[in-house]
């Protein structure tokens, strides 16, 4: 029989819209083009896949990789290396970068460093200010763009949005779904002196709960009086899960694994400023009811908020030491662990990392495994235990605050339109990382 297609995944179990079996997944130029049981001999290669689990490539919407600026923590190769070998085919990266990525050359710059330098698929978030309302309709529709970010709370880098007016001119400028870092800023700055020199503990007391509250409850105002949607990341508190489930229609809600994984005390006591990140880690309370957000559903994605810093810098005494830990490639270990222990299922991580992602954000051809989109997958073994360790980090700053965590559940491979890119912790080159694409990108032909 001649060949037909380019390369069949065969025996593998499949997540998809069908719910979750054994299926063959015949893939051509890229794409997927048949799910079923389809004899070997219609390929030019196959890989066998029994016992392990074929999901949509994984999608992380919140990575720092830091170039432009501070190539010494993470650049867009180091940062995708670590995403692949991770099991992350795709990731949505954050503009605060030096330059800040504000403008129409700063993003089509970020745009041609990535294009076949980055090993994962991409997307950039344009940075929402006071001084480029004018130019975001034109910004948020160029290729390669995830979306607006804005800062309303002040974190790494100079893109603070803090006061209503503003945010509501950004949001009445755009027609995508904004997303949004939520901690009042003027609340932080009245709260400065509760930090603790040389205290990382105190980092949760100085940012504390109710500036997250009172800056989502700011927002989702906003959002109501202009009717935009929006996206609030690294929901940290109890007290916003209330206001984020009254107002599902217009808001979507991520949370991230060291949220549902670490707590305070204990995480400030073993790791030190390693824990520090904002919005801090908190309290046993506060994990609780963020599970109980991804339980409900109100919880729609999970981003890692990767955001290297060097061990050096971490080192400072705090506060001057940065706020930020690297994340995307433990991203899918931390969760499959979470779900081997019965926190999560299996359906719902592939959800929160492919599926929402793709519903929310109007992604093309990513977040299924369905005829016709592109052949990503994340392939799992959901019985190899491992222990996370820095030595297997490919971020630049080479280290992991999960290292010495034992996890049940590991990526075995990660494949991107139909090549295969991670294949039990080798990474296989050349790098062909592509912009994603969206709905409201997409060029008339």
């Excluded at 083009?33 to 392990?52: D, N, R, W, Y």
């Excluded at 959800?351 to 793709?358: E, F, R, V, Y």
């Excluded at 051809?365 to 019985?383: L, P, S």
Aim: hydrophobic share 40%; charged share 25%.
């Amino acid at each position: 029989m001649s060949e037909t297609y380019d390369l069949i995944l065969q025996g593998g179990r499949v997540v998809n819209h069908d719910g979750m079996g054994e299926a063959d997944i015949a893939i051509r130029d890229g794409r997927i083009v048949e799910i079923g049981q389809i004899p070997a001999s219609k390929a030019a290669q196959t890989l066998a896949l029994q016992g392990l689990h074929v999901l949509p490539g994984v999608i992380d919407t919140q990575v720092h990789f830091r170039e432009p600026g501070n190539e010494h923590k993470e650049d867009l190769e180091t940062g995708s290396r670590a995403a692949v070998m991770g099991g992350v085919t795709g990731v949505f990266e954050m503009p605060n970068t030096n330059p800040p990525t504000t403008t129409i050359e700063a993003l089509q710059d970020k745009v041609a460093r990535a294009r076949n330098r980055m090993f994962c698929d991409f997307a950039f978030y344009v940075g929402g200010t006071r001084e480029n309302v004018a130019q975001l309709p034109v910004l948020e529709r160029l290729e390669g763009v995830a979306g607006v970010k804005v800062f309303m709370g002040s974190s790494t880098g100079d893109l603070l949005v803090d006061d209503d007016p503003s945010v509501a001119r950004i949001l009445r400028a755009i027609s995508r779904r904004a997303a949004f870092h939520a901690e009042d800023e003027p609340r932080l700055k009245a709260r400065l002196d509760r930090r603790v020199q040389g205290d990382p503990a105190s980092h949760p007391v100085w940012r504390d709960a109710e500036a997250a509250r009172l800056c989502t409850k700011r927002l989702i105002r906003i959002a109501r009086e202009t009717g935009k949607q929006i996206h609030i990341l690294h929901i940290s508190t109890a007290e916003e899960w209330e206001l984020l489930a009254a107002n599902k229609d217009l808001v979507s809600v991520e949370v991230t694994p060291q949220h549902l994984t670490f707590a305070a005390p204990e995480a400030y006591d073993r790791l030190g400023t390693r824990a520090q990140m904002n919005p801090p880690i908190r309290g046993n309370r506060h994990r609780a009811k963020i599970w109980w957000g991804l339980r409900s559903g109100v919880a729609d994605i999970l981003g890692s908020d990767h955001a290297p810093h060097t061990l050096e810098e971490k080192a400072n005494p705090y506060p001057a030491s940065p706020s930020g830990m690297p994340g995307v490639q433990t991203l899918v270990p931390v969760m499959l662990n979470h779900v081997n222990a019965g926190h999560l299922s299996l359906q719902r991580f592939v959800d929160m990392t492919s599926h929402g992602p793709q519903r929310l954000f109007d992604i093309v051809g990513k977040g299924r495994i369905a005829v016709g989109y592109d052949a990503d997958f994340t392939i799992v073994d959901m019985n190899e235990t491992r222990l996370i360790e820095d030595s297997w980090s490919q971020s630049r700053c080479g280290w992991t605050p999960y290292a010495g965590m034992k996890v049940k559940g590991w990526p075995k491979g990660t494949i991107i339109r139909g090549r295969r890119v991670m294949w039990e912790d080798e990474i296989l080159g050349p790098a062909h990382g592509q912009p994603i694409r969206f709905q409201q990108t997409l060029k008339p032909r």
